[in-house]
Every structure is written in C-alpha cells, then in structure tokens.
C-alpha cells in the first residue's frame, strides 16, 4: 500500500495546540473527518484533496495546502498496481519529523501508528491522478 502521512512541526507562535487547532479546521473544511471513517476519493468527486503523481513525485493539493515529495519506486509500484495511495492528516505535531532529514522506519512506525496519531488524524484514499491521459 502507497501511504502518505500530512503532520505539523507544532512550531508555530501557537506551539503543538495551536498548529493542532489549525490543522484540525484545515481538514473539517477539506470534509475530511478526524477519526471518522477513512474518505474514499474515488467515491467522492468533489473532494477537494488531490494526489498527482508525476516523474518521481507526489504532489497532495488541498485547500491552502500544497504538498510534493520525491517517491522511491517500491511506493510508485504500489500506486500503479492500486490506483490510489493512502493519505493520513493528523492534527498531531511530530516535531521530529523534520523535511529533508531521513527517519529511521521504527521512528516512523511509532509516530504514524501510534493511536494518538492514529485517532487525531483524518483517514483518506487518494485516487492517484498524473498528467497523461
């Protein structure tokens, strides 16, 4: 399975609760529920979240949130082979998740699936999308 996980820093003026508190609103007015049940895109059409995948990258566009990462070609099969990916937005701040500095897979692992994340977060699957026809 092609998996993508959305976090904050909690670095903001407002620290963990504040970006939480963000976060929170920015994945209400994208009609992604937190703890709900998991979205699926393809079902939804008029879901505004969105993930392009195109030369390498991943691109996850929703209202006021743009996202892009280079995928290894292990999650690249996995999209192609399923269409969609799955897309996780908690509202839990990972400070230690820092972009462009590598984490181990455990590290990962204990963040993404703890049920704190788990619970605080908005579930979704993302129909993969590209610029071919």
């Not at 092609?2 to 994208?30: H, I, K, N, V, W």
């Not at 006021?64 to 897309?87: D, I, K, M, T």
């Amino acid at each position: 399975m092609a998996f993508l996980l959305a976090y904050s820093l909690g670095d903001t003026e407002g620290g963990p609760e504040g970006t939480a508190e963000a976060m929170r609103a920015l994945l209400q007015d994208a009609g992604l529920p937190i703890g709900g049940p998991v979205v699926d895109g393809a079902r939804n059409p008029s879901l505004p979240v969105s993930l392009l995948v195109e030369s390498d990258q991943a691109v996850v566009t929703m209202p006021h949130l743009n996202a892009q990462c280079a995928a290894p070609p292990e999650w690249l099969a996995a999209v192609q082979q399923r269409g969609h990916a799955y897309f996780m937005a908690t509202t839990r701040a990972w400070p230690d998740g820092k972009p462009g500095e590598p984490v181990t897979e455990e590290i990962l692992s204990q963040f993404a699936g703890d049920e704190e994340t788990m619970l605080n977060a908005a579930h979704c699957l993302l129909p993969a999308r590209s610029l071919r026809g």
